[in-house]
């Protein structure tokens, strides 16, 4: 019997256990229980633990009131749909994009129109021109660094052109920013939010991907009359957030870790992106992909009437898992995939490559 | 200027520092990190941490397929009432009971029935006379042990006919029992989970009373279809519950803190309890309560014609702060409070009691 070859995974977006400050936790634990027991394991408030909100308020120039630190950032989204989507409202969202987001939009029974994502971000003048012919838009969500799953990043001259879209149209941008720390080349750009005067941008992170994704803390910030309606909603939903979890980041971000962290995961993704694109031009020279400037994920276009769904099987039965690009289109396109570089290694990358070269050209 | 009296609360329904074990959860989390940094740092699924479901799994005698480990019980009632109750529908609830629960139920428009708790428990012969006359319930919320707010616990032959007519009527019990493990005296009862054969029974329970509030781990039991129902939505909102909170759990119930944490609790409580029941015959000979046999709460009935906001007014002012009883009913009856006895010392418990004699007397 041939032995079955070992399973090599581009599917999920999750850090590899190698790139995770487990020391750092450890110590960020100890500090925390000791320098906080009674924060750390009594119930908290909904807004969550109060000096991880002020640092978070902090790094991002707004009052402690307009943070809201939650059990992950997906449920930070779920908090906010809830808030802001009522069935038949009409949501933008970027196309690709997130497949989650788009579940949980569908979930609502939102009118969902789906703008193109272009290399520097969303087609700002398709949904100027979707908002002229009367769409009446309440809710853009966009993912402005390293967009998952198509890596892009939305230009600084775009972020300015879309927070001035939503101010004249009266929609809430939802400002979906979990990669921005993971930039390892080119210029970062300032958030929407930061651009914003007027309330129009709702922003959302996570420490998923600089901390560790099993800590479950995200948070978001916004108008404050907005974080308190939802903090109201989380109230009713489970008191409190983990506190345990959140006194664990707070010591982890002000203790240094956060930084080192940050470095180690930089550096792994910067070289393993470089491995997927190199392996990619060797062994499926048909691939079409922008080479990312950070975050996880790899988008890939192959030529027109390539079945990206028969490409997954392929690939399957070579051990190789990747996500059909149609996961994250409202639409039935077909001829893109979606690889995560976040949780292999260079080694299982090049071999990851060759197999999935092998499975294309068994198509 | 006179100094204000030192705040003492009978309002929240939480432990007191002094009565958790952070040495304990300290060890936990050290080995937990040790143990098993890839399950407690990496994103689970939502069923939650594989151990700590089969540690739940087992000691309940059911199977891994029926448990669901989230983020705090109540985020479990959360996903249980999107789940079972729509619009409309006839949910029976205790009268009193826990105010949070019933503004969930509310929330989703449910058409509350409230039934009568009596001392042993709620009034099973009322319940079957609203089955009898045609209501058409759909879930029955019960909280089998020292009740939130009253204290008492449920007869094991009321339980016995809960079940039954549960069965006979196709409705579905939703047994929320995050108490059950501070019984301080008296005899424990079966889970009507246990006294269930087909599978009327949900049931619920939480870490927060016997690890820490903080910690944010709570548990659905129930039938293994409707778990893995409740299991999608929770993909959907937070992809996976907290792994690092849920891996310091399973360190802690297996590493033998559990059963000392539990003694330890239990041992302060009871002393709480007695203390709290003597003060008030002392100093408000009026009162009428049932001395709890564990759990957090006291239900003091006054005598008809008291107006409890107004004794709530008159003790916040000699800063003592006690929860009035019309926050748990869905009429308009003021002549009872809640007292919570799980946060305070015994000295303070004196003090208070002393204290709330005062506000009666000036009412």
């Known amino acids: ?122 087609d700002v003048a398709a949904f100027a021109e979707l908002l002229e012919g009367g769409a009446n838009v309440s809710l853009a969500h966009l993912i402005p660094n390293f967009q998952n799953p198509a890596g892009y990043s939305l230009s600084g001259d775009k972020r300015r052109a879309l927070v001035e879209l939503a101010r004249t149209h009266s929609f809430t941008i939802f400002e979906d920013d979990p990669y921005v720390e993971l930039r390892f080349s080119g210029q970062p750009q300032p958030t929407m939010l930061s651009l914003s005067t007027s309330g129009e941008v709702v922003y959302a992170s996570s420490f998923s991907k600089t901390v560790c994704p099993g800590i479950r803390v ?61 392996g990619l031009r060797e062994h499926v020279p048909d691939a079409q992909f922008v080479e990312p400037e950070g975050g996880y994920f790899l988008w890939v276009n192959l030529p027109e009437g390539v079945d990206g769904d028969a490409l997954h099987a392929a690939a399957a039965a070579r051990g190789v898992q990747i996500v059909k690009g149609s996961d994250f289109l409202l639409d039935d396109s077909k001829n893109a995939i979606r690889l995560a570089y976040s949780g292999v290694t260079p080694d299982e990358i090049d071999e990851g490559a060759r197999r999935l070269g092998e499975a294309y050209r068994s198509l």
């Open 218 to 278: 995200g948070y978001l910030v916004g108008d404050a009359a907005l974080i308190a309606t939802i903090a109201k909603l989380a109230t009713g939903t489970y008191i409190s957030p983990n506190m345990v979890a959140q006194s664990i980041v707070n010591e982890f971000v002000r203790g240094g870790s956060f930084e080192t962290s940050i470095e180690t995961v930089k550096t792994a993704l910067a070289e393993r992106a470089q491995r997927l694109c190199a």
């Open 1 to 122: 019997m041939a032995t079955e070859p070992a399973p090599i995974s581009f599917a999920r977006g999750a850090p590899s256990l190698d790139i995770i400050d487990v020391e750092g936790l450890r110590a960020a634990a100890d500090r925390a229980f000791t320098n906080d027991p009674a924060g750390s394991f009594a119930y908290g408030t909904s807004v969550g633990y109060k000096p991880l909100r002020a640092w978070i308020a902090d790094r991002h120039g707004v009052s402690e009131d307009q943070v809201l630190v939650t059990n992950g950032s997906m449920q930070a989204d779920a908090f906010l749909f809830e808030t802001l989507v009522s069935a038949g409202d009409t949501v933008v969202v970027e196309r690709p994009s997130y497949d989650r987001t788009l579940l949980s939009l569908k979930g609502r029974d939102a009118d969902l129109k789906a703008v193109p994502l272009d290399e520097d971000g969303v």
